[in-house]
């Protein structure tokens, strides 16, 4: 859900409350077993994000 909140403020473009969001999945994700297609597709969205942090934060 976290990963879902970060994409989803990030593509409305709240930087504050995509970092925010980004932050606390980046701890979540840290703590889960890397196992599986839905935690690899969680990691691939996260990253994501990361990326399009990078050059909203350069605007």
Known sequence: MLVQGEVTAAAAGELDAAM??????????????????????????HTAVAKLLRVMKRR
């Open 20 to 45: 925010v969001a980004h932050e606390a999945a980046g701890r979540l994700l840290a703590m889960m077993p890397d196992t599986g297609d839905d935690m690899a597709a969680a990691r691939a969205a």
